[in-house]
């Protein structure tokens, strides 16, 4: 008997599935419908589908969209806020800042607060920004508070207090009076979620940990029943946590499966020679894109899922709604939109034959013979007369012929594409010309072409059975925990900064002690910044004691970063002193990943067949089935490259070439 761990995608359109064999190292990879209305049907049936009777499942890990798909429809019921008193209008005053600039305030309405004024409670006594005690904590009035929140029937509650970050002994108080008042609640405090300063930040945190919390709660219990054994949740800052303990921080999901698919494919193009990559997901919904810097993606605690900032450690990513299931429309001006809408798994694109009216972007891949008449290698088909008609009918309605209203729906796309990848890198200061692109995901490989044409892409590397990367991805992730403390201070002291570092690895080694990791890795991080600046560069912090070089190492970081990020340093000038802001611990479970082998050459013809593909102007291109291509193989476009879970055009003036991994990478000719 074998044994196995997998890992499970849930996407929205495909729920991916991959094996790896614990011994050899072999994979098993499949894919099987999402099902929106409950998650956890598609990735039962994907385990069933993979998983054999002579195989031993050690471990499975889960990426999951269920706290990211409630955010990012405003599916919030049933919250409520508790504050500090004289701070109920915390969300109200929010932050000065306008989306996409103030050349937008003119328009820009602002959004509802994700708690309505009258369902904010306060509740008397203070503390200082040290944690010291000025006014107690008034019992009687979070008694009230509570009682009201029950007479309400709001059953999840975010608290939030004022300087909780420095002492968490009111917030605690509060969770037990909703305890007993109110044991139905479902309660998020902030000095667990995150203690941390800037107290409309850490609201929001809070209360979006708690808004999820019964969502995840649901979902996780009914997935642990159905399986039969307990399981890892993939968690938005590259690491997993098992399923029993992600329920009491549901919030460090929220972007589980786009985080699995950065760090799989950093580890694919890492072991092809590509320290420094961008990766795009591209699937049925939407499209995410992050940056791979010397084999780390980029981290960042200013992200946000929708309209909702999260101030927690998140792999820097951005999502567009750009994928295969993406909906062509034209807007009241007359003009073609493709997107954000998605027609989803259900009923999906009108190639799918379930009921869709609308062109989606693979429709228009289907009428201009880019996709195969049929998805998984044969297992669903596809109507491409339904397509056809479709295409014709929005086309008639532009006055265009249908191949060129085709050819503008997946231009628009990877414009939507493109310009995501400008926001990871070109306003982050990179120049996007000097990164290979690792795209990936069922409908990732569709424009790559396209893409490297409007970005000046040096290349584009494709993995092996790319729509399953991010649930590769799961399989390749450590436990890891995150914890972070503020402390103000010009002039650290050796003595606290040990106390706090101290603290936290406890913390984190406690954490990890109850997931069965009794060697935890530890990897400090300080958030640093010039006195008077009001936002922080964070930095890695030394191991080992720390003393007047360890300040000294942790000072030169900041400053050479801060030179990187902003073009210039304070070095050796005495008016700008640094300022310490927080401390942080990330607690960390190592685990083997699954080694990427090398393909051996196998012979044989890997062309499948020729069909009529549209790449301005009908062309009979070569067909070719992936599997069969050896390494050092070249295809030339125009061609189609098919596989399982993915199909890759090769537009006229460029090759695509296979190397020692299964990789294809694809360059313009005239560079080759």
């Known amino acids: ?97 306008v989306p996409d600039g103030y050349g937008n305030s003119y328009f820009w309405v602002k959004p509802p607060r994700i708690v309505p004024v009258d369902r904010i409670r306060t509740v008397g006594g203070r503390l200082d920004h040290r944690g010291a005690e000025v006014r107690p904590f008034d019992e009687a009035q979070a008694v009230e508070v509570a009682r009201w929140l029950r007479s309400r029937n709001i059953t999840a509650v975010g608290v939030c207090f004022l300087h909780a970050y420095a002492n968490p002994a009111h917030e605690r108080r509060m969770r037990e009076v909703l305890a007993r008042e109110h044991p139905e609640a479902v309660v998020s405090i902030s000095s667990d979620v995150l203690r941390e300063y800037r107290e409309y930040e850490r609201s929001m945190t809070t209360l979006v940990d708690a808004a999820v919390k019964p969502t995840m709660q649901r979902y996780i219990a009914n997935l642990s029943g159905r399986l039969g054994r307990q399981f890892s949740v993939m968690k938005s800052n590259g690491g997993i946590l098992s399923a029993t303990e992600v329920v009491h921080q549901p919030i460090t999901t929220v972007l589980s499966g786009p985080a699995a698919g950065a760090l799989g494919a950093a580890l694919i193009a890492g072991t092809a020679g590509h320290a420094s990559v961008i990766t795009l997901d591209g699937g049925g919904t939407s499209t995410d894109v992050a940056v791979v810097v010397e084999g780390e993606p980029s981290i960042t605690t200013e992200g946000s899922v929708g309209r909702y900032p999260c101030k927690i450690p998140m792999i820097d990513i951005v999502t567009v709604g750009a994928g295969g299931g993406s909906v062509a429309w034209i807007s009241p001006e007359g003009s073609l939109k493709v997107g954000p809408r998605s027609a989803g798994a259900d009923p999906g694109p009108l190639c799918y034959g379930r009921g869709g009216t609308e062109v989606t972007v693979t429709d228009a891949h289907v009428f201009l013979g880019r996709v195969p008449p049929h998805l998984l290698g044969g297992e669903i088909p596809l109507d491409a007369e339904a397509a056809a008609k479709g295409v014709a009918a929005l086309a008639a309605r532009l006055n265009l012929t249908p191949e060129r209203l085709a050819e503008g729906i997946l231009e628009i796309s990877a414009f939507n594409q493109s310009n995501a990848i400008r926001q990871i890198t070109v306003k982050r200061g990179l120049d996007v010309r000097d990164f290979p692109l690792v795209t990936f995901g069922g409908s990732g490989p569709l424009l790559a072409c396209r893409l490297m044409d409007i970005l000046g892409l040096p290349a584009v590397l494709v993995p092996p059975d790319p729509g399953t990367v991010s649930a590769f991805g799961l399989l390749t992730v450590d436990v890891k925990n995150d914890y972070v403390r503020t402390h103000v201070t010009r002039e650290l002291a050796l003595e606290t900064a040990a106390e706090i570092f101290g603290a936290l690895e406890r913390e984190a080694a406690d954490a990890l002690d109850r997931e069965g990791f009794d060697e935890p890795v530890f990897a400090r991080s300080a958030d640093l910044r010039y006195y008077g600046q009001a936002y922080e560069v964070r930095v890695p912090a030394p191991a080992g004691p720390l003393d007047e070089a360890w300040r000294a190492e942790v000072l030169a970081r900041f400053h050479e970063a801060h030179e990187k990020l902003y073009g210039y340093a304070y070095r050796s000038d005495a008016r700008h002193a640094v300022e310490w802001v927080n401390l942080r611990v990330s607690g960390i479970g190592p685990i083997t990943r699954p080694a990427i082998r090398r393909r051996e050459a196998r012979g044989g013809d890997s062309r499948t067949g020729s069909r009529k593909v549209h790449f301005e102007g009908y062309h009979d291109a070569p067909v070719h089935w992936r599997a069969a291509l050896d390494p050092g193989a070249a295809v030339t476009g125009p061609a189609v490259i098919e596989e399982y879970g993915s199909t890759i055009p090769i537009h006229p003036g460029f090759t695509a070439t296979v190397d020692d991994f299964g990789n294809l990478e694809i360059r313009r000719d005239r560079e080759r």
């Open 1 to 97: 008997m074998r044994s196995v761990r997998i890992g499970v995608d849930t996407g929205g359109t495909f729920t991916d599935v991959v094996a790896v064999d614990e011994h050899t190292g072999e994979l098993f990879t499949t894919k099987t419908p999402s099902t929106p209305a409950n998650p956890a049907d598609g990735f039962v049936a994907g385990i069933e589908k993979l998983a054999q009777s002579r195989e031993e499942v050690t471990g499975v890990v889960h990426g999951t969209t269920v706290a990211t798909n409630q955010l990012l429809e405003d599916r919030i019921e049933d919250l409520g806020f508790v504050t500090t008193e004289g701070f109920e209008f915390i969300l109200e005053i929010a932050r000065q800042s």
